[in-house]
């Protein structure tokens, strides 16, 4: 297990372990920070989830070579996040 340092106002503490074959789609998550597909109105804020477009793209610009596999971890990543964010 690797350590790493989170700075985010979604996990519950600063401190987690990561394995070493999750690293590559934790980097690549990261990345896709800015790139969420996001719904503001009266009811407030709902994001929907990754713009995959642009998840492609950053795939493509950092030469992962095995895409369709990061694309799954993205999408459990992605699943864990939208529960916590869009916790109301």
């Known amino acids: 297990m690797i350590g790493v340092r ?3 106002r979604y996990a519950r503490s600063n401190d987690t372990e990561l394995w070493p ?8 998550f990261g990345a896709c920070a800015t790139q969420w597909r996001v719904i503001a ?3 407030g804020v709902h994001h929907q989830g990754i713009d995959y477009p642009a998840l492609e793209s950053v795939m493509r610009m950092r030469g992962i070579e095995d895409q369709p596999a990061r694309f799954e ?8 996040a939208l529960s916590v964010m869009n916790k109301r």
Request: hydrophobic residues 35%; charged residues 30%; proline residues 0%.
């Open 6 to 8: 989170i700075k985010n």
């Open 73 to 80: 971890q993205i999408r459990h990543i992605e699943a864990g």
């Open 41 to 43: 109105g009266m009811g």
């Open 21 to 28: 074959d999750h690293r590559e789609a934790f980097e690549l």
